[in-house]
């Protein structure tokens, strides 16, 4: 009996170390190894030129607000292909 109860102590004793020691495990950050940057940079794009600041970019594209125009689906007949839709543009 003494036997057993000492086991049981140990497995929850164990159990208890496992639990500490995986919660501390998954609070530290590490750093990235070298296997996972070349993983990353394999699939991401290159485009051959490192560009340092956001002139050497050049302009960005011309955008603004779209209006919202009203519909009324009542009236467009069901299969009609429309060729300016959103897929089209």
Known sequence: ???SRIARMAVIGLLLAAGVWL???SARLTPE???RQQAVAA???DSGAR???LEAWGPGPV????RPVPVDLRKIPP???D???QLAR
């Open 1 to 3: 009996m003494f036997s």
């Open 23 to 25: 919660l501390g495990r």
């Open 33 to 35: 190894s070298a296997a």
């Open 43 to 45: 699939y991401a794009p």
């Open 51 to 53: 560009l340092t600041s």
């Open 63 to 66: 955008s603004g607000v779209a």
């Open 79 to 81: 299969g009609l292909y």
């Open 83 to 85: 060729a300016d839709n």
